[in-house]
Nanobody
Framework: QVQLVESGGGLVQAGGSLRLSCAAS????????MAWYRQEAPGKQRELVA????????NYEDSMKGRFTISRDNAKNTVYLQMNSLEPGDTAVYFC?????????????WGQGTQVTVSS
């Protein structure tokens, strides 16, 4: 079995910073792309925040460029999201996503989500 466990969410004032972490554990051959998504409310579509390849190449949704930084530690199968200059509009549940290779096949996994609340 594979688990993605997120941490680092919480309540922060506008202009503040948070760092999210997501660690993959279990029977893993390797981890390909990893990403962060967010969902503002139940029933709303999840929005892509940023992606990062196994080689460290990152891409961001336009509104997050310059404020958010995605990174990863391949030795720990962990992806991070450093969020700076947070705005109330960033309030959402943030989900980790990973493409994980097991037994020679690639599977998609999601974390359970971590709440980020930005107060004005």
């Amino acid at each position: 079995q594979v688990q993605l466990v997120e941490s680092g969410g919480g309540l922060v004032q506008a202009g503040g910073s948070l760092r999210l972490s997501c660690a993959a554990s279990g029977s893993i051959d390797s981890v390909n792309a990893m990403a962060w998504y967010r969902q503002e409310a139940p029933g709303k579509q999840r929005e892509l925040v940023a992606t990062i390849t196994s080689g460290g190449s990152a891409n961001y949704e336009d509104s997050m460029k310059g404020r958010f930084t995605i990174s990863r530690d391949n030795a720990k199968n962990t992806v991070y999201l450093q969020m700076n200059s947070l705005e109330p509009g960033d309030t959402a549940v943030y989900f980790c996503y990973a493409e994980i290779v097991r037994f020679g096949l690639t599977f998609a996994y999601w974390g359970q989500g971590t709440q980020v609340t930005v107060s004005s």
